[in-house]
């Protein structure tokens, strides 16, 4: 029997197969949701800048570290999201503090309201803030609203902090609410979407187009080490904003990021908006797993709203108990399949099964997948 560990050794490169500790798998799990990590035009350009301008500049953005590299990516960045400005950083967790220290340099709040089931980068960047922070319950608008009402005092304003996409419960955040409730109390809302980015939303802006989202006091922070294939954080929004990200501790304390990743970066953001046909795909096979998961009486929050325009590419679910889930686990790994078993933030106690499918399955992978779940299920049934 495979015992369950945390960590395994991935020898190779990412895909819809992996080689795991010397055995191959099929895999549905990671972020890699349109398999840019291992596009040939990706690593070429990764390849190339390398040669061309070396590992990184070797001094921070603020003195002499901005390359023409970062600033193409920047700009390619503004137009993806149609926002004036965009910064890159070092990686994605640094978003989330990176943002709000700005947000707070600007005066735009007082105290922090905190999705609890926020990502662990979202959480340490409210407290490295050293503003007060008021934790509610995971998207849960009546718990926010009375939170407000107990702690926020009068002249003061909120920002409601959130993930767009939970990654580890597959379920958006209301942004809408959020909004609502931030511009009644004079605030503004932040969200790291480091999932939803490029998957989600008509131009695959995530998850607060996925959601109509669009507001001047909405500021997002994400990732491109996800459906973009690169690697680092990024903050979208106005001019003034940004500049405050830039000129910021975070920026001005870390070395310049490595050219490799800034030029991945530009040429997987190039291929997500040259190939919405990706996504296309990706919705479809997203679309095809829930509803083979559904006949197996799994059900999620990814099925498809056509007003969204597009569905979650992961499915999340508990089945009898932790002990129960990590022989469900452990036997799609003797099988050559591999899902995750996690107790990542967000997940319930005990953990939950997780499934990640990207825009490169077949759908005979996937079918494979549900017929040896089903005989898990058979042999586990709780
Ligand atoms: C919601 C969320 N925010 C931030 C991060 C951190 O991004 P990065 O890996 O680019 O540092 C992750 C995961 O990697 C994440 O899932």
Not at 211 to 228: E, H, M, P, Q, V
Request: net charge neutral; hydrophobic share 40%.
């Amino acid at each position: 029997m495979t015992s369950h560990r945390q960590h395994h050794i991935m020898e190779g490169r990412p895909g819809t197969t992996v080689i795991l500790d010397g055995k191959k798998y099929l895999y549905f799990a990671g972020t890699s949701y349109f398999q840019l990590h291992t596009h040939t035009d990706v690593i070429q350009a990764a390849v190339d800048a390398t040669h061309k301008f070396g590992m990184g500049s070797a001094t921070t953005r603020i003195m002499s570290g901005t390359t023409p590299l970062l600033q193409s990516l920047e700009e390619k960045l503004a137009n993806y999201f149609n926002t004036e400005d965009a910064v890159y950083l070092p990686s994605g967790y640094l978003s989330s503090l990176a943002g709000l220290k700005a947000l707070d340099d600007l005066g735009l709040y007082d105290i922090i309201f905190l999705d609890e089931g926020s990502h662990y980068s979202l959480v340490e960047g409210a407290i490295a803030t050293g503003k007060p922070v008021v934790y509610f319950r995971n998207r849960d608008l009546h718990d926010l609203e009375s939170k407000i009402s107990e702690h926020l005092d009068s002249g003061k304003c909120p920002v409601i902090a959130t993930d767009g996409l939970f990654p580890v419960i597959a379920k958006l955040a209301p942004i809408r609410d959020y909004l609502d409730l931030a511009i009644k109390h004079q605030g503004v809302v932040w969200v790291d979407d480091a999932h939803g980015v490029g998957i989600l939303g008509a131009h695959g802006r995530g998850t607060c187009e996925a959601l109509g989202a669009r507001s001047d006091k909405i500021y997002l922070g994400a990732t491109l080490s996800k459906a973009f294939g690169a690697y680092g954080g990024i903050i979208v929004g106005p001019g003034n904003f940004i500049n405050k990200v830039r000129t910021g501790s975070v920026m001005a304390g870390s070395s310049s990021p490595l050219n490799a990743a800034v030029a991945a970066a530009i040429k997987g953001l190039e291929l997500v908006q040259e190939n919405p046909g990706m996504r296309k795909m990706l919705w479809t096979n997203a679309h095809y797993l829930i509803e083979n998961l559904g006949q197996l009486g799994i059900t999620s929050e990814s099925k498809f709203i056509p007003e969204m325009h597009g569905t979650i590419p992961i499915a999340s679910f508990s089945s009898g108990g932790a002990k129960n889930m990590k022989l469900i686990h452990n036997y799609l790994m003797e099988e050559g399949i591999y899902i995750q078993y996690t107790d990542y933030k967000g997940a319930e106690p005990g953990g939950v099964l997780r499934i990640v499918v990207s825009s490169s399955h077949k759908k005979v992978e996937i079918v494979r997948l549900t017929s040896a779940l089903t005989e898990a299920f058979r042999l586990f049934s709780s």
